[in-house]
């Protein structure tokens, strides 16, 4: 089996859960993502990002209502490890920062926390809220933050209920042409799992 089908198979096979306190499913917060980023012309890469930003959602069994229990799941950083194991840079890193891009939004942003689910803010919290003025500045130093700030705003759109969006399928020429050759395919959940605090 292709790495993209079994991508695509753990959407399939998991994706239909809801996506934290949103009205949308797991999947269908994946395509939005992914068509928002298509739409405003972002390269494969970052439309490959925001299809998988969420995957470490899909590789564990927290309950849909984790952030209720308290629970930081460091979701961007099961993410960041499963994918990295087949992908390079310009997909891992704005998939680890979109939760600083969050943070960072928050505090540079005036308007940014005011359009914020109410799921993303009870998260927010979890996730050490924004950030100082200090933690900002760095943030925006590091490489692909702006990436992850684009990511993060198509993240935010990208819980509409019931629009019609490009299936999984339209994405499979992209996802293919960004797998690094040579990565190895094993132990992914395992990898995942250390994550964990
Ligand atoms: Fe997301």
């Not at 460091?74 to 960041?80: I, L, N």
């Not at 998260?123 to 943030?139: D, I, R, V, Y």
């Not at 999984?168 to 959940?189: D, F, M, N, Q, W």
Request: charge should be negative; hydrophobic fraction near 40%.
């Amino acid at each position: 089996m292709s790495i993209a089908d079994e991508i695509f198979n753990i959407f399939r096979s998991r994706g239909d859960a809801a996506y934290f306190g949103e009205p949308v499913s797991q999947v269908e917060h994946a395509l939005q993502a992914a068509f928002q980023a298509e739409r405003e012309g972002a390269d494969d890469s970052l439309i490959v990002a925001a299809l998988l930003h969420d995957v470490g959602h899909l590789l564990h069994d927290l309950p849909e209502n984790i952030a209720d229990q308290g629970v930081d799941a460091h979701h961007e950083e099961v993410s960041e490890a499963w994918l990295s194991q087949h992908f390079g840079p310009g997909i891992t890193e704005p998939v680890k920062l979109h939760v600083a891009a969050k943070r960072y939004l928050c505090a540079v942003d005036p308007d940014y926390l005011s359009q914020l689910s109410p799921a993303s803010l009870q998260s927010l919290e979890l996730q050490g809220g924004a950030f100082s003025h200090k933690e900002a500045a760095e943030f925006a130093r590091l490489s692909h933050s702006r990436e992850a700030v684009q990511l993060r705003r198509w993240d935010d759109q990208a819980k509409v209920f019931g629009i019609e969006v490009p299936p999984l399928e339209h994405y499979r020429a992209r996802l293919e042409a960004a797998l690094v050759p040579g990565k190895t395919y094993g132990s992914l959940i395992k990898k995942a799992s250390s994550c964990y605090p």
